[in-house]
C-alpha cells in the first residue's frame, strides 16, 4: 500500500481517538516521507513533536502500519523540519552528541544513553531503590541480588534499569547485559520451542553477567514461561551474576505465580517506587528543561508540579506540550497558557486526587453505621467484619498501598488477610449487580470526601 494511504488511515483512525484540538494541534502537522524496509519516517515540525509522538502514540502507529502495510515489525523515524534555536538558553558549548532520529527504538540489548544515575532525579519516594540500583551496578551480583523494585506506571523503573545497564557497560565494556520485558522473555521462548531451539534460548539468557527484566506480572498464569524463568534465575544466582525485576506490585500480591518464584524475588532487596512529592516534581521539571535546552519561567514550573502529581511520564509530556504549543503558535508561556493547553489532563488528576486508607474507613464505617474504630479492631462479627472486608478490597484498589501496609492499618492484620478480602469482595461484584453498584456509590463517596 502507497505510504500516504497508509497515512491517511491512520490519521483517520487518530482522529477518532483525539479531541479535534489534540487532533489539529499534534496529528495534523505530521506528514510522511518513506517506507524503506522495516523503517517508515514521518516528517514534524521539530523535536517536541517526536517527544510526544513517541510518548502517546509511537507503539500504536507502527502497530498499525505494520497492519496496513504487511511488514512484520515497523520502526517509526522523525525527520525534523525546524530547530528550536529560538528557545534554546543560552550555555556553555557542550561536546556534539550523536542521536539517532528514533532512539526509543533499542534493540534488546542497548541501553537508552539518555537514562543514567546522574540525571534520576531523587526524593524520598525512590531514594532507596535508587540506592540499591546504584550500588549493584558498581558491584554486580555481590551487593544486593536480586534487586525487586516495584511501583505504578510512570514512576521511574524502567529508568533505574537503563542507568545499571548503562553504567555496568561503562565500568567494563565486554559484560554481557540484557534487557528485556517478560512479555518478550515469553515471546521468545514459546519462539524457542516452536522452532526446537530450547538450547539457544537457554544459552542466551543463562550465560549472562547482569539480567534486566521489567513487568514480571505478565508471568503470572503462564506456567512453562514461569519454569523456564526460575531455571533462569537460578543459572544466573548460582553463578553470583545481577538479576534485577521490576512490577506493578511487591511479590507476595504477583497472584497465579509460583510461591518458589516469589520466595527468590524476595531473597534480596525489595524497593517500592512511589509517586514523587511536589519538591522531586519541581526538580524533574527543571532537569527535563535543561536537557531539553528551554527556558521554562518558574511560576509555570510550580504550576505544572503542583497540578501533576500522578507519574512522572505525564508530567515530563505535559511540559513538551505547553513548550510545543508555545512555540509554533508565538503564544508566551505562561501559566495561563498552560492552564489552557492541560485542561483535559489537569481535569483528570483532579477526579484522580489520591485517596487515603483513613478515608476509605470513614466512607466505608459511614455506610454501614459503624465507628471508624471497628475497621481497625479485632471484632469478628458480620456485621464488623464484611464492611472491613469491603474497606479492604477498597484500599486494594483505590490506593497504591501494599498489602502488608493495609493489614496495618486495619488493626495489624496480615497480608492473607487482606487478600481474602480482595478475593471475596470481587468474587461478589462479578456476581450480584445489586453489590457491585453499591460497591460503585462508595467509590464515588470517597473521591468526594474531604481530607
Known sequence: MEINLIWEKITE???????????????????????????????????FFSNWIKLHHKENIENMIAELSGIKKIDLAFKHLHDLDSLLKKT????????????????????????????????PSNRFAKAACFAAANNPGKEYN????????????????????????????????LYITAEKFINEFIES????????FRNKFRNLDCLLIDDIQFLTEKQRSQEEFFNT???????????LITSDRPPKELQNLEERLISRFEWGVIADVKPPDLETRIAILRKKA?????????????????????????????????VAFSSLTGTPLTVDTAKEILSDIIRREEIQKPVTI?????????????????????????????????????????????????????GGKDHTTVLHAWNKIKTMINTDPFFAANINKLVEDIKKEED
Open 233 to 243: 534465575f537460578n543459572a544466573l544466582y548460582d553463578f553470583r551474576k545481577q538479576i
Open 290 to 322: 535543561e536537557g531539553e535546552k528551554i527556558y521554562v519561567p518558574d511560576d509555570v514550573i510550580l504550576f505544572l508540579a503542583s497540578q501533576i502529581k500522578s507519574n512522572i511520564r505525564k508530567l515530563e509530556g505535559s511540559l513538551i506540550r505547553i
Open 193 to 200: 520451542l516452536t522452532y526446537q531451539k530450547p538450547a539457544s
Open 358 to 410: 483513613e478515608k476509605i474507613q470513614k466512607v466505608v464505617a459511614r455506610h454501614y453505621h459503624l465507628d471508624i474504630k471497628d475497621m481497625r479492631s479485632k471484632k469478628r462479627t458480620d456485621e464488623v467484619a464484611f464492611p472491613r472486608q469491603t474497606a479492604m478490597n477498597l484500599a486494594r484498589s483505590l490506593t497504591e498501598r501494599s498489602t502488608v501496609e493495609i493489614g496495618e492499618a486495619f
Open 146 to 177: 536480586p534487586i525487586f523494585l516495584y511501583g505504578g506506571v510512570g514512576l521511574g523503573k524502567t529508568h533505574l534499569l537503563h542507568s545499571i545497564g548503562n553504567k555496568i557497560l561503562k565500568n567494563n565494556n565486554k559484560a554481557k547485559v
Open 13 to 47: 483512525f487518530l482522529k477518532k481517538q483525539l479531541s479535534q484540538e489534540s487532533y489539529d494541534l499534534w496529528i495534523k502537522p505530521l506528514s510522511p516521507i518513506s517506507l524503506e524496509d522495516n523503517k517508515f519516517t514521518i516528517q514534524v515540525p521539530n523535536k
Open 92 to 123: 556553555e558549548k557542550e561536546e556534539p552528541q550523536q542521536e539517532s532520529q528514533d532512539d526509543d527504538g533499542l534493540l534488546e540489548t542497548s541501553f537508552n544513553p539518555k537514562y543514567s544515575f546522574e540525571n534520576f532525579i531523587e526524593g
